[in-house]
């Protein structure tokens, strides 16, 4: 079992940054590779960020890309989402997942384990 607490949300202003955390407990943390997800009002959630179990690869969704940065400490056993030139339609609640695969599982959304969320908002 792992348990997965994300932290870091909040309200900023467009073109802002924020950095989200998510701490994870339980099983090897280091035997999982992570991702990031996100949900705004009225749509599905998507898929954001992952990063693989070294850290040695990363991926992100078109939407994102040269704006977040995914990266993880296994001694800390966090991965952590660093946003940058936020725009309004980055808001959302933003949930972290580990996975035991990587690839199409992140499309899927087929991980194993989700965090409960945190909100981040971005104002115009």
């Known amino acids: 079992q792992v348990q997965l607490v994300e932290s870091g949300g909040g309200l900023v202003q467009a073109g802002g940054s924020l950095r989200l955390s998510c701490a994870a407990s339980g099983r090897t943390f280091s035997s999982y590779h992570m991702g990031w997800f996100r949900q705004a009002p009225g749509k599905e959630r998507e898929f954001v960020a992952a990063i693989r179990r070294s850290g040695a690869s990363t991926s992100y969704a078109d939407s994102v890309k040269g704006r977040f940065t995914i990266s993880r400490d296994n001694a800390k056993n966090t991965v952590y989402l660093q946003m940058n030139s936020l725009k309004p339609e980055d808001t959302a609640v933003y949930s972290c997942?580990?996975?035991?695969?990587?690839?199409?599982?992140?499309?899927?959304?087929?991980?194993?384990?989700w965090g409960q969320g945190t909100q981040v908002t971005v104002s115009s």
């Open positions: 997942a580990a996975s035991s695969g990587y690839g199409s599982v992140w499309s899927r959304q087929e991980t194993d384990y």
